[in-house]
C-alpha cells in the first residue's frame, strides 16, 4: 500500500477521499449549470444538453458512492 504521506516529490500518495468526494460534488454542479445554460437557446444548446443530461446524475451516484465509503 502506497504511503498516504510521501516524501517530497516522489508523488506516492493515496488520494483522500474528502478530496475525491468534493471533485465528485463540483463536477455534478458544474452539468447542472450547463443543463441550466440550455434555456438560453442556440446551436450548441441541444449536445450541451445530453451531456449535462448524461453527466449530472452518474456524478451525482460517485459523490453518494464516496460519501457511504468515507
Not at 506516492?12 to 441550466?36: C, Q, R, S
Not at 449536445?47 to 448524461?54: H, L, N
Not at 452518474?58 to 457511504?68: G, H, V, Y
Amino acid at each position: 500500500m502506497p504511503n498516504q504521506n510521501p516524501a517530497p516529490g516522489n508523488n506516492l500518495g493515496l488520494p483522500n477521499l474528502k478530496d475525491i468526494h468534493f471533485k465528485a460534488l463540483l463536477v455534478a454542479d458544474l452539468f447542472a449549470a450547463l443543463m441550466g445554460l440550455q434555456d438560453f437557446g442556440g446551436p450548441e444548446s441541444g449536445p450541451v444538453f445530453a451531456v449535462a443530461r448524461a453527466g449530472e446524475p452518474l456524478a451525482r451516484e460517485l459523490a453518494a458512492d464516496l460519501e457511504r465509503v468515507m
